[in-house]
């Protein structure tokens, strides 16, 4: 079964500053990657996906792009971080490879933008 | 557009009682899935749907899907206080790699 490996666990940065959050998956190959974010006490936002190396989808441009160097590696990142950037950051994969796979989360990393 | 509305956001229910959430999408799908998140954590996979007039059942829950309507219900029978926690249904739209998510049903369940 799949593991997704998420760092940090929590991150405060000040508005401004860059930003890199790194997701790596264990137990499977080529899978579809997702970038989700929530913000306080709301519900999920798709923020990227990716169906290989190379090959991103944007829902929610702005400030944030997406990166996929390897196969099981998806990258989130911004160059200059805002205060509306704060939230739980959650990277995601289908448990399995048909199509009818529910998502598996990582434990996300929660970002607070000071 | 894709869409996924729930319905109610915020319930409080004491427990012994039942009750429903409702989960609604904009366009064709065949495959739906509910999730559990705790308070400050991750969302973990509860059922999934993936044809019209599933069913499944776990404990005191019980999810169905009706396509045709392009409903889904999580129904909760005589709720406990473990049950406490915010749940989310998400639909993976036919001929998109997109999974998206209802705005989440926050359930408390009151001793």
């Known amino acids: 079964s799949q593991t997704i490996h998420q760092w940090p666990a929590t991150l405060v940065q000040p508005v401004g500053s860059p930003l890199s959050l790194e997701c790596t998956v264990e137990?499977?190959?080529?899978?579809?990657l997702y970038w989700y974010r929530q913000a306080a006490g709301r519900g999920l936002q798709l923020l990227f996906y990716?169906?290989?190396?190379?090959?991103i989808s944007s829902e929610v441009p702005q400030n944030l792009s997406a990166s996929r160097p390897q196969d099981r590696q998806f990258i989130l990142s911004s160059k200059k971080l805002l205060l509306s950037d704060s939230g739980f950051y959650l990277c995601?994969?289908?448990?399995?490879?048909?199509?009818?796979?529910?998502?598996?989360f990582g434990n996300g990393t929660r970002l607070t933008v000071t | 557009e894709l869409k996924v509305e729930q319905n109610p956001l915020f319930l409080s229910m004491q427990e012994g009682k039942n009750y429903t959430i409702y989960c609604n999408y904009s366009?064709?799908?065949?495959?739906l899935y509910w999730y559990r998140q705790d308070p400050g954590k991750s969302l973990e996979s509860l059922f999934v749907?993936?044809?019209?007039?599933a069913v499944k059942q776990e404990g005191r829950l019980m999810a169905s899907l009706d396509t045709k309507a392009r409903l889904s219900t999580l129904h909760i029978t005589a709720a406990v206080h473990d049950l406490s926690a915010t749940y989310f249904c998400a639909v993976d739209f036919t001929g998109t790699y997109k999974y998206i998510f209802g705005t989440g049903t926050r359930l408390k369940v009151l001793a």
């Open positions: 137990g499977t190959s080529n899978p579809n």
């Open positions: 990716s169906v290989g190396i190379g090959q």
């Open positions: 749907l993936l044809s019209n007039g």
């Open positions: 366009t064709t799908s065949d495959r």
């Open positions: 995601a994969c289908p448990l399995g490879r048909l199509l009818d796979s529910p998502l598996h």
